[in-house]
């Protein structure tokens, strides 16, 4: 069992190096492909093969599939629809990207490594300090399910919030919401969006807002940390507080 658990760890941790590699050196290919078509959108063939996983012709290697893919759905530049359980994407997939939005995506992640630093730093600096944070960071979850959601909602539907609407094959219904939170340090408290969660184990407490049910992801952007969230899936969170997968 033991071994199998480590399995699990090093595969995980290759679909991460994997998509690292993706935006590294394989986007830029299509990146250059697209803007030479003049197209708006553009489409990334991504296959599961017995194998391994293929983007196009490149060679990811033999990595979990349907992570991957949420990886891919925490883009902003992607306009697909965004499943939340990812095992149920086809295996053999063209992800559709809005072109802008996708360069933007790509000189994010370029300036992705200052946030890596600058998180590396923060939590060295939490170590430093008592262990009462861990005993803050736990009151801060039970207070984000009990009150923050509910403020956050709100809020969402009055519009201080960027949700994006994804419609179906029609053009017309609507399938779901895509809610983006920022998250931001401001004099040692961490903010998600406009709401104070206060003094907390930063890293602790972004691994619990990612492994929510309705969490798709992170986004890199320079200026900001966000997260993107099925908009319902926050609301049967807060109404059945079953906040873990």
């Known amino acids: 069992m033991e071994l199998l658990e480590k399995n699990h760890e090093l595969i995980s941790d290759g679909t991460y190096l994997a998509f690292l590699d993706f935006m590294a050196n394989i986007l830029p290919f299509y990146l250059e492909e697209a803007v030479k078509k003049t197209t708006k959108i553009t489409y990334i063939p991504i296959t599961e093969k017995k194998d391994g996983v293929y983007i196009g012709e490149h060679y990811l290697g033999k990595i979990y599939y349907s992570e991957f893919i949420s990886y891919i759905f925490g883009l902003r530049s992607f306009k697909g629809f965004k499943m939340l359980d990812t095992r149920n994407v086809s295996k053999d997939f063209l992800m559709p990207f809005d072109l802008d939005e996708l360069t933007k995506d790509y000189h994010r992640f370029e300036q992705m490594e200052e946030y890596l630093t600058f998180s590396q730093t923060l939590k060295s600096e939490i170590d430093k300090q008592d262990c009462s944070l861990a005993e803050l960071t736990e009151v801060a979850k039970e207070n984000f399910i009990k009150a923050a959601l509910k403020e956050i909602i709100e809020a969402a539907y009055n519009g201080k919030y960027n949700v994006t609407r994804v419609l179906d094959g029609s053009g017309v ?19 998600i969006g406009e709401y104070n969660v ?21 986004t890199d952007n320079p200026e900001e940390y966000e997260l993107s969230f099925d908009l319902r899936g926050l609301i049967e969170c807060f109404m059945s507080q079953g906040v873990t997968r």
Request: net charge negative; aromatic share 12%; glycine share 4%.
């Open 173 to 191: 219904n609507m399938v779901t919401e895509i809610l983006y939170l920022s998250l931001e340090m401001r004099n040692d408290e961490l903010f």
């Open 198 to 218: 206060g003094k907390v184990d930063v890293n602790d407490f972004i691994t619990f807002l990612i492994n929510l049910p309705c969490c798709y992801g992170k």
